[in-house]
């Protein structure tokens, strides 16, 4: 049974920093590439960082680079997303992703509120 399972959201005050994590299971992790996307209200959903297997590339969108890291420890089947410089902008529902060829899966998410 594959999961995904995020954790690590939550309230923080602009200019704070959150770490989420993704624990996978049900599946060859190390195969994966691995993303963070978010969904904030009346908005699509939107690719945030992605990493490749073994960690050798990673993407950030425009508005979160030189904030958001996204790293991951395949030992662990755990996927990160280390944010800094948080920003109300930031608010959203963040979802783990996995995806190898034609499989792709997602996590159920994590509410993530940047708010004084």
């Known amino acids: 049974q594959v999961q995904l399972v995020e954790s690590g959201g939550g309230l923080v005050q602009p200019g704070g920093s959150l770490r989420l994590s993704c624990v996978a299971s049900?599946?060859?992790?190390?195969?994966?590439?691995m993303s963070w996307y978010r969904q904030a209200p009346g908005k699509e959903r939107e690719l945030v960082a992605a990493?490749?297997?073994?960690?050798?590339?990673?993407n950030y969108a425009d508005s979160v680079k030189g904030r958001f890291t996204i790293s991951r420890d395949d030992a662990k089947n755990t996927v990160y997303l280390q944010m800094h410089s948080l920003k109300p902008g930031d608010t959203a529902v963040y979802y783990c992703?996995?995806?190898?060829?034609?499989?792709?899966?997602w996590g159920q998410g994590t509410q993530v509120t940047v708010s004084s």
């Open positions: 992703n996995a995806d190898y060829a034609s499989l792709n899966y």
């Open positions: 049900g599946f060859t992790f190390r195969y994966y590439v």
């Open positions: 990493i490749t297997s073994a960690g050798g590339s990673t």
